[in-house]
């Protein structure tokens, strides 16, 4: 089991080093730690969709935990259930 | 800041030109909902740039100005006929209150109430789509909030109080969105508080994490909205987004519809949390608004996608292009000038040096000449332009002075995209312009005269532009009457321009409108009789190396021909020797050489000459006495003559000493750098870097002319 910790701000920028750092993960279960998400775009949403994709596909569980209210708040506006980032429901 | 400003005006006139050039397609019938969109944008754009600047009375205007084309975009008013003559008025109001903008005036505030009354009318109670079969409701008619403002100004009717409606809103941000610092997520707040909404995400285009691009844009949106807002501010939420998304904005009824008739046709896939990726999980449907649309959404497919892709290129178009000052250019093409010369003045210094032709110096100059040329005409392309802006405009002098006469005319526009060099556009506007005031008030009659004579009432008038074996031939043509040659002939005899026993052909009375002090207007006209007459006309389209002539029927119409060059800056010509002196004369007017016979020159009364070729008489000028180069007239045998023909068509024969050869030359103006001389239209630097002057063939060849009309001579056969 990986765990990977979201960053305070997962804009623009935060997309791509996102997308490497979850990338090293694969293949292994995986646990996003998302407790400190302060503010998110909708590009990082793109990356943590994938990721939960690339997860499902390999088989593997991927699972978002304790998303921070800026997080759930900004998926709920985008009309992404929490179910399509991560595999089990929210435990905050 | 000044420098921004500068650019939005010059972004004006683009966005002003698509404008128009829309409007007249929708007049022409195009319905297509692209035309409709393009105009929008285009007047949106304007509204967007004007508020930035502050210019409140353009703001106000535009406003009007896009609420009603929201309305016929949004199908609740029907495009017709009557309305797009609003609309195609309302733009020329626009193109006066931004040129009012730019030079700091003030546009006449007495023509803005008036279109601004008309539109406000059209937004209170005109005809409007869908009345009859009741699909779309009048609550529909949104215009009211953005119009609140304006009702002190413009006098709008009391709006119809707000109702909420939903909407359907359809949202795919491409990537370039995010890069410019744009964020969906803040996008969709703002449009949350407009009002209720759900939100669904399309995630079907999200890759697997190996293939994802960070920075890209995989998502799209379906938001339901219900909002007491109008169509127009929805879409002012993405007002700074619309080149880097996809968007749609619909009724909900709209979509309700469709998403039946969707329904019915293919079982509903429930969105489902687990569902593999790679399938969509929504079904994402182009949607045309228009209410005919509904019997076949499918058949909007391709109609949508054409749509996209016309926006897609447009977007492409703006990158691939540059604003250059027009200085930097005419600086370049100077350059490219001094070295066309420079090149010259090597190449006469090579052949001086007495190289052979097979030396690799003149091998390596013949490639340099080549080199030479082929960046002048890069560099002339690049000030190479479609004559389209200046077409556009006479369609506004056409419905200005149709509506003046009360005639009812209709332009027909032919070669838009024709291209020309920018000093030639430039300078055509003036000379067009009074050409197609004179056809629509002299050339086309009045609707009764013209039923009268089994025409359709409403009178035609061509514009068409073609490039004709290198030069840029635009011809005005109207259905009119044609000259009335009795008439003609009557004024220029008692306004003394010809002896009343004068025998002319149809043809030189013809000609005769173009002789300075010429006006048939009985009457002055604040139209036609502005002191301006066919001869200055004739002057602008000379003074930019073109001809002028006409051709006219009686009962059936006139038609003006101009021929002019591509360019201004170059010349192709014959380099000869007159008097011992270097001329040039261009290529262009020079249709053979002959060298002259005694027995086919033949004397014609004092002084004239004419030297029969190919069965006809033309007259013989001795280029040597014209210019004053000697006093006595020369033996023709020991010379050479140029047969040319001048703009009015008519064929002379030019006497020169000698042929030196043919070559480009640069054109320097001799007006600029010293001041007119009769007989000569320019100078340029011949490659020993001496001065040749270039003769202007058209005023060589009229002066005889002109006095043998005076004199009455027999006309010389030609």
Redesign the interface.
Known sequence: MVTVSLPEILD?RA??P??TE??QA?GNPLTIEASSVAK????C???L???H??W??DGLPLNVAHPSEPLLD?LE?????F??ISEQESTK | MAAIKQTFFQECEEQLVELESGLLRMEDGDDDLETVNAVFRAVHSIKGGAGAFGFDELVEFVHVFETTLDLIRSAKLAATPAVTKTLLRASDVLADLVRAAREGGSADAGAVKVIADELSALLGGAPRHGDDDGKVSVEALDFQPVCISLDSIFDVGEPEAPATQDFIVRFKPSAGLYAKANESLRLLRELGSLGEMSVECDISEIPLLSELDPEGAYLGWTIRLTTSASEAQVREVFEFVEWDCELSVETADVGKLLEALQESLEPHEAPEASAPVAEPKQTSVAIDPTPASFAAPSDEHPAAARAESAKGEGSASVQATIRVDLDRVDRLINLVGELVINQAMLSQRVSEAGLSRASSVVIGLDELEQLTRDIQDSVMAIRAQPVKPVFQRMSRTVREVASMTGKAVRLVMDGETTEVDKTVIERLTDPLTHMIRNAVDHGIEKAEDRIAAGKPEEGSLRLSATHRSGRIVIEVADDGAGINRARVRQIAVSKGLIPAEANLTDDEIDNLIFLPGFSTASSVSNISGRGVGMDVVKRAIQALGGRISISSVPGRGSTFSMSLPLTLAVLDGMVVTVGGQTLVIPLTAIIETLQPKKESVHELGAGARVIATRNTFTPLIDVGAVLLYRDEPIEATSQVALLVESESGAKCALLVDAIQGQRQVVIKSLETNYGHVHGIAAATILGDGRVALILDVDAIVARPRADMIVAEMPAAAE
């Open positions: 623009i997309a791509s996102l997308a979850l990338l694969r998110v775009g909708a590009q949403i793109q990356v969709l994938s990721a994709a690339t499902t596909a900004a506006t985008l009309g992404i259930p179910t399509d």
